[in-house]
């Protein structure tokens, strides 16, 4: 790997190769793969990952708006993409770019069906979205019989598949929740097998949901975070690979004496004679001000040091009294060793977060380490 002259993100293709594997192998053969890609992959690089998977043979994409899924179609990705959370007001461009909407309520049943009439289109596919307890987005089962009469009534459209999201599936204290999220799913199944003629697939299984209730794997799965190298928790942690690091260079080192401060409002104060160096990266670039006043750290030649004083814009100062080094080091905010998710607990968030926050100010650079 490159040592950093400026903060990049770098993608490493064959981690994501190996975390697409692993998932995989914990799938029947017959059940299909559909890859989350929304939000940047996950503040990666969505077209870098895209086209990736697609020569893994992937079976399908998730994003979440259709701004994201446009950006895959312009960058050439052909496999069918499903849109979580599109607009109404968005609707044309997710036809003209052969985008598939999650449907969620009546009302975005209503105007996709209306929309779909008036340019004729034939059996345009959609999915069906419902809320088994998530509370977020989705029609519920007693909703079934209305939608199917609306489905009888028009050609416009398919119904590809029927799908429900789980609240809870990385929580084991959360079984008996996750079980009866399932049920409900597996009820609503039913009644749609029962009512359609053409049997749509059914899926409900995120990253954790996949590891964690094989029996609920369906037709197909949606992994995001796994496919990111996290597994919500230390055990599955250990079967995948972060695909990006988040690297940086030292800009400046300073010596400062005891009792002078560091940053903005003077938020450190020095207790002893210290060293202190200047990261280029800043809460623009993703480093959110929660990670200052000693919450985060880097890793400076395979040493923490901890950020002090206020996270600035662009810059970072962190203490390195006890770490030698000089100007122009790397310095490494995650990668595959000192993981997003350890940084994320120390500002009691989640990999998630931290991954999705690096902002498109920062270089992405691919490499593939095979
Ligand atoms: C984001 C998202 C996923 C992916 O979840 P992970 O926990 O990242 O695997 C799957 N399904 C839906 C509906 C989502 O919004």
Redesign the pocket.
Known sequence: MSKALETVLEIDLSALTHNFNYIKSKLQPDTKFLA?V?AFAYGSDSVIVAKHLETLNVDYF?V?YVKEGVALRDAGVTSPILV?HPQSLNFKTLIERCLEPSIYSHHVLDEFIKIAETQSQQKYPVHIKFNTGLNRLGFLEHDVEAIVSKLENTSSIIVKSVFS?LAASEDSKELAFTQLQIKKFKSISEKFKEKLKLQPWFHIC???GILNYREAHLDMV?????LYGFGNSAQEDKNLKPIASLKSVISQIHSIENEETVGYNRAYNATSNEKTATIPIGHADGINRIYGNGNGFVIINGKKAPIIGNVCMDMIMVNITNIECKEGDEVIIFNSENTASNLSQSAKTIS?EIITSVSQRVKRIVIDAK
């Open positions: 989350v929304k998730a979440a979580l999201h995120n990253t954790s949606r992994s995001g975070i796994g998630y």
